[in-house]
């Protein structure tokens, strides 16, 4: 499975972007979709995550700004980025995972977010 992160780029602080990803299958619905970032330096850390179900889960810092959705027909995962801050400068990268018995776990290549001030 394949996943292709794209939305990514330059934006002033308090401006939007959104961040598609699009799974490479489409004959099984992902358990779970979600969005990571790593600042250089740093370690990588989750952003939001949503279930097939529509269940959603947000970092702390970023409640309220950014918005996690998705597509099961189409695996696709998207995440609205509003009000954005220099401090969400960061490469974002997708994952997907799930399984029960047979758990699966693959990686986009990253899309990179710059806010400037």
């Known amino acids: 499975v394949q996943l292709q992160a794209s939305g990514g780029g330059l934006v002033q602080a308090g401006g939007s972007l959104r961040l598609s990803c699009a799974a490479s299958?489409?004959?099984?619905?992902?358990?779970?979709m979600g969005w990571h970032r790593r600042v250089p330096g740093k370690e990588r850390e989750p952003v939001a995550n949503i279930t097939n179900l529509g269940g959603t889960d947000y970092a702390e810092s970023v409640k309220g700004r950014f918005t996690i959705a998705r597509d099961n027909a189409e695996n696709t995962v998207y995440l609205q980025m509003n009000s954005l801050k220099p401090e969400d400068t960061a490469v974002y990268y997708c994952?997907?995972?799930?399984?029960?018995?047979?758990?699966?776990?693959?990686w986009g290549q990253g899309t990179l977010v710059t806010v400037s001030s």
């Open positions: 994952n997907a995972w799930g399984g029960t018995g047979y758990p699966y776990s693959f």
């Open positions: 299958v489409t004959f099984f619905t992902i358990d779970n």
